[in-house]
C-alpha cells in the first residue's frame, strides 16, 4: 500500500542548530509526523488488501497491521516530498515555478522537494522533467546575463 502524506505545513526540515558533517557543515534536521489521515489510510490499506486476497481466493491470510500508536518510519517505503516546494509567493514556498529558489537566484532544486506530494508510481522521470526544464531556464539566464 502506498498512501500520499499531506504537506503540512508543521513538517519542515531545516538545518541542525549544533549537529555538524566532517567538513562542519550543519546537518540535515527533519521535524515530521505521521497524522491521523495517513494512519487511517494504513488501517484501511489492510482491510482492502485482505478483501482483494479474499476475492482472489486465497485463505489463511495473515497481515503485519502497524498499530494505531505505532512508530512509522517517515520515508521508509515511500517517496515523502515536499520539504523545499514550488510557488509564487516566496512567503509560502522555497521554490519559483522554474524550480529556482527564491532567496539565491543560482540555487535549482529538482528532486522531491520541489514537489507537494507525489502519486504511487516511480517520481524518477518527473525529477528528469523538472531538472531539463530548469536547466533549460538556467541557460536561458546566463545567456541573458541575468544568473
Known sequence: MYGEMLPYWE?????????????GIPLLHVDAEIKE????????AAIDAEEI???????????????EDGHIQIGDRIHEMG??????????????KWAQAHDVDNLFVTDGACMSSCATQNPSLTYMAITARS????AQLLTEGKL
Open 135 to 138: 536547466a533549460n531556464y538556467a
Open 83 to 96: 520539504g523545499a516546494c514550488m510557488g509564487s509567493d516566496p512567503k509560502t514556498s522555497v521554490l519559483n
Open 37 to 44: 489521515n495517513e494512519r487511517k489510510m494504513i488501517k484501511q
Open 53 to 67: 486476497l479474499e476475492a482472489g481466493g486465497c485463505v489463511d491470510i495473515k497481515l503485519d497491521v502497524t498499530p
Open 11 to 23: 513538517n519542515q526540515a531545516s538545518l541542525h542548530p549544533t549537529k555538524k558533517d566532517q567538513w
